[in-house]
């Protein structure tokens, strides 16, 4: 069994085709056919079941999933730790985060966390959310910085994985303003004169927020959805040259919102509440990111 048919077996979970993970994994798609075989002929079992589309685990390939996982995690971590005492160096505390939190929140909330430690060697890879899940799920890193959501499951199983808060935030639907100061879009809109729409896309956490409340509004907004992407600073681009009415965490608009650049699009009940949290796997992890969660839970339970 080698390693590299693990990282296609969960490639393959997550993109759900065969094509696709080839692309991911830079192989060609029958090398990477035959690698999956290989590891079902390993197992003993077949793990996807290739007559839907797209392809789904088997009840057996649900039962490999977790064990993938955890066999990666804990190589991974484990050489780490070994390359760690053969160079003799500090540990480096690793983090994936969402791109909005990369550029706005982390920064500020790593430099706030260092006034009180010194310098910490750290390492922040920045991703859509569903990649920083796999990122962690693998043990390729120590941290996963995420926006939450009440109504939006993180896919993080609770028996194995833990989570702190870090920071809160807002997501406010917002429009570039007319010459007179109000929202050139403005919800809810009507079937008359439907709302244009930027949208994220994918899996991203905050996107899904957004369906929710539009689903289960009292007055949900007519809206007509004129562009996808799954990064918020490419939405708020868009929004600010009028484009249309986009959610946006609030933490990344703030300089926008104060000159005027953007305005609120609609009344408080169109704005989502999120609550944004620093996620970890509960086995041990190397004695750097051991002590730097220790200060964290510290400073939480003093300050609670």
């Not at 939405?235 to 965490?249: C, D, E, F, I, Y």
Request: glycine residues 6%.
């Amino acid at each position: 069994m080698e390693i590299k048919w693990l990282l296609d077996f969960l490639s393959l979970v997550d993109t759900r085709n065969f094509s696709r993970s080839a692309d991911e994994r830079a192989t060609t798609q029958p090398a990477f056919s035959r690698r999956i075989k290989a590891l079902e002929e390993w197992i003993g079992a077949t793990l996807f079941d290739r007559s839907k589309h797209p392809i789904e685990l088997t009840a057996a390939g649900h039962r490999f999933r977790p064990v993938a996982e955890e066999v990666l995690r804990r190589l991974l971590q484990s050489r780490e730790e070994i390359q760690q005492i053969g160079q003799h160096s500090e540990s480096t505390i690793s983090f994936a985060a969402t791109h909005s939190l990369s550029l706005v929140f982390f920064p500020r909330w790593i430099r706030g966390i260092e006034r009180e430690t010194g310098i910490l060697r750290t390492r922040l890879d920045s991703n859509q959310i569903a990649n920083c899940v796999q990122s962690l799920l693998r043990g390729e890193c120590h941290f996963m910085i995420s926006p939450t959501h009440t109504t939006v499951e993180m896919q993080l199983p609770e028996d194995r994985f833990t989570s702190i808060a870090v920071g809160e935030d807002r997501l406010m639907p917002v429009s570039a303003p007319d010459a007179g100061g109000r929202p050139i879009h403005c919800l809810p809109g009507s079937k008359d004169r439907a709302v244009d729409y930027l949208a994220y896309v994918g899996s991203a956490a905050s996107g899904r927020a957004v369906e929710f409340l539009l689903k289960h509004h009292e007055r949900a907004p007519v809206l007509q959805r004129v562009f996808d992407s799954h990064l918020a600073g490419v939405l708020k681009s868009m929004a600010t040259q009028g484009r249309g009415v986009a959610w946006l965490p609030e933490s990344e608009i703030l300089p926008e919102l104060e000159t005027g650049a953007l305005v609120l699009a609609g009344d408080g009940s169109y704005i989502i509440p999120s609550e944004i949290r620093l996620f970890r796997s509960r086995e041990p992890l190397p004695r750097a990111a051991e002590e730097f969660w220790l200060r964290l839970t510290d400073a939480g339970s003093a300050s609670a």
